[in-house]
């Protein structure tokens, strides 16, 4: 056995083989891998699984015959809606800011009301 071998990243033992190797097999080269991601990973899925919660309630809230709807914070909130989050924001030419969870959005209106719509081209 060579002493000077490098080590697995993984693992840490002795490489054999190529002298570019880093890792002994698949299974330490996507063990490695996945620790890599995981820290940031686990962050961005569960902001993304809140975005896709968000999504579903503002589905549910308005009905595919129509094109806007009207619920109360109260009701967002009870069925488990996060305001902190949502992936983006349209500003209409009158000033408006919609905050959008992919292709559903809200406008807050007075009394803490909020007007939902579906993205839609014309925007």
């Known amino acids: 056995m060579n002493i000077d071998a490098k080590p697995c990243m993984s693992c840490g033992k002795p490489l054999r083989g190529r002298s570019d190797k880093k890792f ?16 940031d990973g686990k962050l961005v ?47 209409t030419k009158k000033g408006n800011i919609y905050c959008y969870c992919y292709d559903y959005g809200y406008l807050p209106l007075d009394n803490d009301w909020f007007l939902i719509v579906r993205y839609s081209e014309k925007e």
């Open 24 to 39: 002994c097999d698949d299974y330490c080269r996507n063990n490695y891998n996945n620790q890599l991601k995981s820290a």
């Open 45 to 91: 899925r569960n902001i993304n699984n809140v975005l896709r919660k968000n999504r579903n309630i503002l589905k549910a809230v308005l009905p595919d015959t129509e094109d806007t709807a009207k619920a109360n914070k109260e009701k967002l909130a009870n069925k488990g809606f996060s305001f902190k989050y949502f992936t983006h924001q349209y500003q």
